[in-house]
């Protein structure tokens, strides 16, 4: 019976010890920063045009679907998942959105049907996993395919445009400054912060996340959990196909390919580990930004667009290890705590 009570605690208790807040400079979204404005005061020293307002609104226009898929995806990772058929999912979705815009369906229904493909596509990801105890690394790479595929058939592989017809949300600037897109971006991660800190959904991912054995025998439901964090997961890729397709104003099955890798780096970087059980929304932000400033100093210094590759790559490679090094100074088998 001591046992029980004992279990039946631990889906509150990341809400608990997330009251023990740590010094700030001890968060990884800390160092984030302050790498953030060494970079941002080399580039600005190098090239000046770095600091106007039009080029930092470029910054976070840039960064804003990469944020919202990144958002879902912090969730994922957290919960011990991961799915990497979202760029498909994009392609496929704002293929599906664009054809329906051009046979003049209006706008409504295109978005909506658009926003169900992707969240359905993500539950079968998410359902496939579970029912076949497979990883879901594993699923979502033969999902990528599926989408990728089925996109090329209905599209016979051309271009999608509709140049004029659905430009609102990918091309509005409140007061003429602020991109509408970033603002939707921000929204995304102010309700991920919210699942995670103040709903029981958001303990129950953590707890599968860290231990789902005990989350099991503490009462919950692992493979609910972990299906809904799928299904929002989706959600927010959905909305993200929908901004880009608003944004650039052309669809074809390769939209969206590769943002699936940055969205991961970004998070990682930003303090979640691929194994699961912690990590936060905050980190996630300035990883999204970290990314976005690091792609325009590059630009801004006339470097060789392939090199940005090579350095989200070697980004990606040095967060992993300062996330396994962190693992180990904390003990490598104790339960893994969110931030």
Avoid at 128 to 145: M, N, Q
Wanted: positive net charge; proline residues 4%; contains cysteine.
């Amino acid at each position: 019976m001591g046992n029980q009570r004992k279990h039946s605690d631990s889906p509150t208790q990341p809400k608990r010890i997330a009251k023990a807040k740590k010094p700030i400079y001890k968060n990884q979204w800390f160092f984030l920063v302050m790498v953030e404005i060494a970079l941002a005061i080399i580039t600005g020293m190098i090239n000046p045009r770095f600091f106007t307002t039009s080029n930092l609104m470029n910054i976070l226009e840039q960064i804003a679907v990469l944020g919202i898929i990144s958002s879902g995806m912090t969730m994922l990772l957290i919960s011990g998942e991961i799915d990497i058929s979202v760029g498909a999912s994009i392609g496929l979705a704002s293929c599906v959105t664009a054809m329906m815009i051009r046979s003049d369906w209006g706008y409504f229904l295109p978005v909506v049907v658009g926003v169900v493909i992707t969240i359905f596509n993500s539950f079968l990801v998410g359902a496939t996993s579970r029912v076949f105890k497979a990883p879901s690394f594993i699923t979502s790479l033969a999902f990528t395919s599926v989408f990728r595929g089925i996109a090329l058939a209905i599209t016979k592989g051309s271009f999608q445009t509709i140049y004029g017809k659905f430009e609102t949300i990918g091309t509005t600037r409140l007061w003429n400054i602020l991109p509408l897109s970033f603002i939707i971006s921000i929204v995304a991660y102010f309700v991920v912060h919210f699942i995670l800190s103040y709903t029981k959904l958001g303990r129950r991912i953590y707890a599968v996340g860290s231990n789902p054995s005990a989350a099991y025998l503490s009462g919950i439901s692992v493979t609910w959990s972990k299906l809904t964090t799928f299904l929002l997961n989706g959600l927010f890729v959905g909305i993200a196909a929908i901004v880009l397709l608003s944004r650039i104003g052309a669809a074809q099955p390769s939209t969206g390919s590769g943002i699936e890798l940055k969205a991961i780096g970004a998070v990682v970087i930003g303090g979640t580990p691929l194994t699961g059980g912690k990590g936060n929304i905050m980190g996630t932000f300035f990883g999204v930004l970290l990314m976005g400033i690091i792609s325009n100093a590059l630009n801004m210094m006339r470097v060789n667009p392939y090199f940005q590759e090579v350095t989200f790559g070697i980004l990606i490679i040095a967060s992993l290890a300062v996330s396994v090094l962190s693992s180990y100074r904390k003990g490598h088998f104790s339960v893994r705590k969110p931030d």
